[in-house]
């Protein structure tokens, strides 16, 4: 065997022991991992409280504005029947 594939073999091998380092980093980097899925879980969570909210909003706006568009339909007839008689008086006291 020479010198060169010694070297290589050396350097392929695999171990048993994991380093203290490695453990350390691991359990750091799932720490890491579950606090940013529990962050993400609460901003979903907001956001989708804050869409209900809009969307309850919008609801009431809606409703809302079909009661303003049917008064103000009331109040157009209201005014064109007043024109109109405005306009019969008018014929009659010969204006």
């Given at each position: 065997?020479?010198?060169?594939?010694?070297?290589?073999?050396?350097?392929?091998?695999?171990?048993?022991?994991?380093?203290?380092?490695v453990m350390v980093t691991l359990f750091l980097q799932t720490l890491t991992i579950?606090?940013?899925?529990?962050?993400?879980?609460?901003?979903?969570?907001?956001?989708?409280?804050?869409?209900?909210?809009?969307?309850?909003?919008?609801?009431?706006?809606?409703?809302?504005?079909?009661?303003?568009?049917?008064?103000?339909?009331?109040?157009?007839?209201?005014?064109?029947?007043?024109?109109?008689?405005?306009?019969?008086?008018?014929?009659?006291?010969?204006?």
């Amino acid at each position: 065997m020479t010198s060169l594939e010694k070297k290589s073999s050396a350097a392929w091998r695999l171990e048993k022991r994991v380093p203290l380092g490695v453990m350390v980093t691991l359990f750091l980097q799932t720490l890491t991992i579950v606090w940013w899925a529990s962050a993400e879980v609460k901003r979903q969570d907001f956001q989708d409280s804050q869409l209900l909210l809009q969307n309850n909003q919008i609801a009431t706006f809606d409703d809302t504005m079909m009661d303003v568009q049917q008064r103000l339909a009331r109040v157009e007839e209201r005014v064109s029947a007043s024109h109109q008689l405005l306009l019969r008086l008018d014929e009659k006291l010969g204006r």
